[in-house]
């Protein structure tokens, strides 16, 4: 049985057997859950399928929030994509935003999402996936399966440092969001189980620090376009990974200083919305727009 104290037992496990992660941890999941691997593989399927659902409902024109700060986004995104041809970031990417973008404001107007690991950050794997099966063609067996090298990841994340914007700042949330996305990207494009790790690691490095300040307490500014950096940092993390760009730092000491920089920051920084962009003059404003005086 794993044990998931750390990404190199993964990647080690994986290389050892000649598996890729994600069936290495499929197969100890259905051993540890008592059930087959299909069965396992098909529940995992399921949770795709929620993650496709919330892009189509996430794009929807009229979508917005409960506190009506934010909604649309993922339609306008989808709709600039389309008419300029994709604009700065190209056709792939431009949509990749748009569904990173549409599923993160699905979560905020309560809508049914998967949280990956967080709902805060809920837009960055889908984003990152559900682009590579319906713009590339990424069978959807390959996608589904690297969802469980993302899980993994995440779960070795959430036992060293943290997954919670509570606990460790956005770098937390999105941070972990993002390398977990970006190992399951070079697993999608056939890279080795060490370059799923160092992918991870250039994810998490070039989001230490991230602070999370949600504006009036709410996990949509600047959550949403939160999942937008992160996602563009796990595509470009996965792309370094694959060119045989290493992250010098290993992935599990990247994690190890995720929770060191979490436990420094201030309590103003971590979810309570006392600091940052949330108490910025305008964001005191929607505060009171939101909640009243």
Known sequence: MLKYQSIQELVSAAEERGLKISELVMLDQAEAMEQT?????ERMR??????RESVAEGQKKDLRSMSGLTGGEGYLMKQYAESTNGGLCGDFLSKAIARALAVA??????GRIV???T????GILPGCLVSLYEDRGIPERDIVMSIFTAGAFGMVIAANSSIAGAQGGCQAECGSAAGMAAASLVEVMGGTPSQ???????AIANQLGLVCDPVAGLVEIPCIKRNVSGLMI????ADLALAGVGPKIPVDECVDAMREVGNALPAALKETAGGGLATTPTGVKLRKQVFGK
């Open 234 to 237: 796990a595509f470009s993390s």
């Open 115 to 117: 949280a990956a690991p």
């Open 105 to 110: 404001g699905c979560n905020a107007a309560m």
């Open 196 to 202: 799923c790790g160092d992918a991870c690691a250039i």
């Open 37 to 41: 691997p299909e069965e396992i593989y």
């Open 46 to 51: 399921k949770s795709f399928e929620v993650m």
């Open 119 to 122: 709902a805060g950050s809920c």
